[in-house]
């Protein structure tokens, strides 16, 4: 069965830095664009970033230039590099998979998901 398990989150304190990982398997991984969302207490799910099989990389606004995506095929792993956090950048973070190559920011899209992991951003 297909599991995606992140890891990485935690706490941290504004203006530091994170790097997420999540691993995948029982898919093939060069099929499918990868996502990550963040769902906030009281809020939706919001998309972050996304990622195309060839490495092509999409960001919402509010995290262009602070936020990075990448995946290693070999190791079926996509990865988000959080720089200068903000407190309002705390959320649950989830990773998420969707078939297909383009660009897919709603989380309808995507057929599998992680359970998630926590980054804090206090002081």
């Known amino acids: 069965q297909v599991q995606l398990v992140e890891s990485g989150g935690g706490l941290v304190q504004p203006g530091g830095s994170l790097r997420l990982s999540c691993a995948a398997s029982g898919l093939t991984f060069s099929s499918y664009a990868m996502g990550w969302f963040r769902q906030a207490p009281g809020k939706e799910r919001e998309f972050v970033a996304t990622?195309?099989?060839?490495?092509?990389?999409y960001y919402a606004d509010s995290v262009k230039g602070r936020f990075t995506i990448s995946r290693d095929n070999a190791k079926n792993t996509v990865f988000l590099q959080i720089n200068r956090l903000k407190p309002e950048d705390t959320a649950v973070y989830y990773c998420a998979a969707a078939r297909g190559d383009s660009f897919y920011t709603t989380p309808a899209r995507y057929d599998y998901w992680g359970q998630g992991t926590q980054v804090t951003v206090s002081s």
């Open positions: 990622i195309r099989s060839a490495a092509i990389t």
